[in-house]
């Protein structure tokens, strides 16, 4: 079991920036992976960014390339979204999520055993 504890969520304006931040704990791996989703009112869950434990690996969305960046910190077991530039439309709730396998695709959400709580994140314009 991996347990996820996501902060760092809030109210800003169009422009702005935001930090989350993911703490995991329990049975970590070599093979874990941490990844961001983000799940909007009636729409569906998304795939923000992703990196690997070793750091070999990192995916964006289309959507926040450039503006978005996902980071871990080892020795905190811990896993970052600093979130620039950031539009109305980023609103959502942020979910951490982790896999302790190896998959190829960790753009999947459904390949992720274990998710965080969310923290809401609101834009305004």
């Known amino acids: 079991q991996v347990q996820l504890v996501e902060s760092g969520g809030g109210l800003v304006q169009a422009g702005g920036s935001l930090r989350l931040s993911c703490a995991a704990s329990?049975?970590?791996?070599?093979?874990?992976?941490l990844g961001w989703f983000r799940q909007a009112p009636g729409k569906e869950r998304e795939f923000v960014a992703a990196?690997?434990?070793?750091?070999?690996?990192?995916n964006y969305a289309g959507s926040v390339k450039g503006r978005f960046t996902i980071s871990r910190d080892s020795a905190k077991y811990s896993v970052y979204l600093q979130m620039n530039s950031l539009k109305p439309e980023d609103s959502a709730v942020y979910y951490c999520?982790?896999?302790?396998?190896?998959?190829?695709?960790?753009?999947?959400?459904?390949?992720?055993?274990?998710w965080g709580q969310g923290t809401q994140v609101t834009v305004s314009s």
């Open positions: 999520a982790a896999v302790t396998q190896y998959h190829p695709d960790l753009t999947d959400g459904r390949y992720y055993p274990y």
């Open positions: 329990g049975r970590t791996s070599s093979n874990l992976a």
């Open positions: 990196v690997t434990w070793s750091g070999t690996r990192t």
